[in-house]
Structures are given as C-alpha cells and as structure tokens.
C-alpha cells in the first residue's frame, strides 16, 4: 500500500510523508520520512512495511483472550489489495472526500463515510464462512480452544 500511495501521489505532484513505527510515530516526537515511489520500487516484491509495525507498543492489537498476534506473510492477493486501497485512497483525498475510508465491499473497493461505521458493532453470523475459517486456522475468537 506505501507504494501504491508514494505513486498515486506523485502522479498528482504532491508530496507524500510516511510515518516510521505506526500511530506511535504521531506522538512526540514526531518521526516521518518523504516517500518516493521510484525509492520504493523493490518493496512491492519483498512485502513488509519500510516504516515499520503499528502492532507494538501502545497501539497493539489484542485478540480472543488478551495475547497479541502478528499476522502472516503477506500474500500476491494481500499485495495487490493494498495497492487498490492505497489508490483509491489517493483518488478519495483528490475528489475533497474527507470524512470516508477505502473499504472492501463484497466483490468491489470502494469508500464509505466513517460516521457510518464508528461506535457501530459488525457482527458476523457464528456458522459462517469467517468463523470457520478462522477455527480451521487456529485463531482465537474469544472463546476457549478445543483440546
């Protein structure tokens, strides 16, 4: 996604900033480096993030019962996902539409507005297709692992 952003950027003659160690990189004191796509052409192959992990420190995810977890590899799918989203979010921020966030919408990307979505609890049906997946792989749902 950091390329896809970096060029969409570009493309449009603005300048893009990356933020070094995720949400803590906000804080003070502020860390942030200019990201050129063309410095950034070898990552896209490699995977990973040049800026690294949000999933440490204050701003860690927890899951099921509290422990932390990293995810996999990502995958030519994840890749090319994150690319859709980093370009459809350039395109969001060019049409003035703040206010929005790049989501995955059944077979599309497209945007919706934050209000919509904040505060609001997404649910997914116990038997379906997620659940079980994520049982089949071994991921913790908040509830105690069979033995």
Not at 16 to 45: A, H, K
Not at 64 to 75: M, Y
Request: net charge positive; proline share 5%.
């Amino acid at each position: 996604m950091i390329r896809a952003v970096a060029k969409a950027s570009a493309n449009r003659g603005w300048e893009c900033i990356g933020v070094l160690g995720g949400y803590e990189g906000l804080l003070e004191p502020r860390r942030t480096i200019p990201l050129d796509y063309q410095i950034l052409s070898g990552l896209l192959p490699r995977g990973g993030t040049i800026l690294g992990t949000a999933n440490r420190g204050r701003f860690s995810a927890k899951v099921g019962h509290g422990e932390k977890r990293a995810g996999g590899s990502p995958t030519t799918f994840d890749r090319a996902l994150c690319s859709i989203f980093g370009a459809t979010a350039v395109e969001l921020v060019a049409a003035g539409e703040f206010g929005k966030m790049v989501a995955f919408t059944g077979p599309q990307v497209g945007s919706i507005k934050i209000s919509d979505v904040i505060g609001k609890l997404k649910t997914v049906r116990p038997a379906g297709n997620l659940v079980r997946t994520a049982c089949a792989l071994g991921i913790c749902l908040d509830r105690p692992k069979k033995m």
